[in-house]
């Protein structure tokens, strides 16, 4: 087992009024959120992920030493920015706000 808060960088957890350990239960509730709209409806879920990893890697690389960790992430990042280019041609259903304003 891993203790994963050692991924959180101490500049971002310091500030915030709860422990790194919280935080890190509530990243796991969005990831697992965010995998659920991918597997739902991948044209919004793509770029939802795709912005998370974005999130994820500033993060790594405030961190010396996890710089492997943000090169892989980033490679989840093309993959999922990937996943919303090919969505948008064979996934038919429009994004949310198109179809609002109709």
Do not use: C
């Amino acid at each position: 087992m891993v203790n994963w808060d050692q991924y959180l960088a101490p500049v971002l957890s310091d500030p915030l009024p709860f422990t790194p350990h919280q935080l890190m239960y509530a990243v796991a509730v969005i990831e697992i959120i965010a995998g659920v709209v991918v597997a739902i409806h991948p044209r919004l879920g793509g770029p939802a992920v795709a912005a998370w990893l974005v999130g994820i890697i500033v993060n790594l690389l405030l961190i010396p030493g996890f710089y492997d960790v943000a090169l892989r992430d980033f490679g989840l990042f093309l993959a999922a920015l990937a996943l919303a280019r090919l969505a948008t041609k064979y996934d038919p259903r429009p994004l949310l706000w198109v179809t609002r304003g109709q």
